[in-house]
């Protein structure tokens, strides 16, 4: 399919080729759902941790006699059911992590770049260039393209005066096509790839 280019100034840069394979797909909600929750998954660091009884700083020593107090029989003040003692089964470190095969990870990054593309929500710059590399600068472009929350994918590497300029607006993430996810692009409200990410993207999915 066809699509329109523009410049970051907001002037037309002709147009470029999408594959349909790519950009084309009706995009499955099940099949995006299973991706992100993969990614969110991983992301989690995993190090919520607990005491057990045995790990808990009590003496083992008995804490009354066995008969004769009219009670119940305990042994340790560690005692799950005591004030301070162990936690019962509690979480330990672990990996939340599971496996998602590369062929299917491949899948829902085509459906997501798809679910931008029909809904418009897609813009294709001709590459990352700016003249003046200030904040300022760029953060007008920005604003006069209407880009609220977006995130900006350029080729192999992302050009160096860009992305310093767009450090400090909390507005824009900028990303080389190795790292475009899943969870990302779905965020945003605005996804910007320039002609060298789009051949970069279709080179990584095909």
Do not use: C
Request: no cysteine; glycine share 10%.
């Amino acid at each position: 399919m066809k699509a329109d280019a523009i410049k970051l100034d907001g002037a037309s840069a002709g147009s470029v080729d999408l594959d349909d394979a790519i950009f084309g797909l009706e995009p499955r909600k099940d099949i995006l759902h299973r991706v992100v929750r993969w990614q969110r998954n991983k992301a989690q660091a995993g190090t919520h941790s607990t005491l057990g009884r045995s790990e808990v700083s009590y003496s083992t020593k008995k804490i009354y006699r066995q008969k004769g107090t009219g009670g119940a029989r305990h042994g340790s003040k560690g005692a799950p059911i005591f004030r301070h003692g162990g936690v019962y089964k509690g979480p330990v470190p672990r990996s939340h992590g599971h496996e998602l095969t590369k062929k299917f990870r491949k899948l829902g990054l085509r459906h997501a770049l798809s679910a931008k593309q029909a809904a418009g929500e897609l813009v294709i710059i001709d590459a990352l260039a700016i003249e003046n590399a200030k904040t300022s600068t760029l953060s007008k472009h920005v604003s006069e393209r209407g880009w609220k929350r977006a995130l900006i994918i350029d080729g192999a590497e992302v050009n160096a005066d860009f992305s310093r300029a767009a450090q400090n607006l909390a507005n824009i993430d900028v990303l080389p096509s190795q790292g475009a996810n899943v969870y990302d692009i779905l965020k945003s409200d605005t996804l910007v790839i320039t002609k060298a990410g789009i051949e970069a993207l279709e080179a990584r999915l095909k």
